[in-house]
Structures are given as C-alpha cells and as structure tokens.
C-alpha cells in the first residue's frame, strides 16, 4: 500500500494574496441558523470589508436585510471566493456553477473537501483552496 492521498496545501503567501485581492466572497451553504459556520463566518467576512453573498435555495430569498440567493447565477456580478460549506458529494456542482460564474477561487471549508472537484477547479483554471478555514486564514493574516 501507497502513502495516503494527501492535498496540497496552498501555500501561506498564496492564501494572504487571495485574501488581499478578494473583494466578493459567496458562501455557498449558507444557513440561516447563528451557530453554524456559515452563518457567522459570513457575517465576519462581511464586517471584514468583504462583499458577501449568501446562497442557499433553502433559505432563499432571505430578507430585505439579509437578502439570500438561490444559485451562484443570481449574484450577477464578479466573484472572487466561492467559500463552500456543503458536503463533498455536492462539491462538484458548485465547482460547476462557480466556473459558469466567473469565479476566480473555490474555497473547500473543512468538512467541505473533494479532491476530485478540487482537480477539476485547476483544470478550470480556477484556484483551489482545500481544508483551510478562511476564518481562520484571515484572522490570522488580519490579527
């Protein structure tokens, strides 16, 4: 038997530059439920200065406040970050619709990886981020 499969890490300069030229962040498997990641990293990024789009068909529309989105089509504009907080069977969906979107970068949250999704965003010429919080990423690149 073979070494274990192992993803690549990008490494920490690649990250502070992904975070530093990102303007929009969609966070894809939003919930509307405060304790969940998705739920409050979304609201960080937004405080952070981040342009953040919630998807989820689930809880779409959302409000007039916190508006919510069906798919990655609806945001209609640039997308910088897909962060994505769904299992990793519906990863290659949301690589699908991020590459039909324009995005530059699909951020797999841990709980979130899917190698074989993660080498189809290369080939798309997107970046992929696997197994990294950006939660984490940004606070400790903006301590």
Known sequence: MGQPR????????????ILAA???????????????????????????GYRVHRVNPVEAPGSEALPVLATLAEIGAE???VDVFRAPQFVP???AA???????VVWM???????AAAAR???????????????????????
């Open 93 to 95: 969906e949301v690589v």
């Open 98 to 104: 991020a590459s039909a979107a324009g995005a530059k």
């Open 109 to 115: 949250q841990p709980g979130a990886e899917n190698e």
């Open 79 to 81: 997308i910088d970050v």
């Open 22 to 48: 990102a303007r929009t962040v969609a966070v894809v498997g939003w919930s509307a439920r405060a304790e969940r990641p998705s739920h409050w990293i979304a609201a960080y990024l937004a405080e952070a």
């Open 121 to 143: 965003v290369r080939e798309l010429g997107m970046t992929a981020v696997v197994g990294r919080c950006l939660y984490a990423d940004h606070r400790a690149w903006k301590p």
């Open 6 to 17: 192992l993803t690549p890490r990008v490494p920490p300069p690649e990250i502070e530059a």
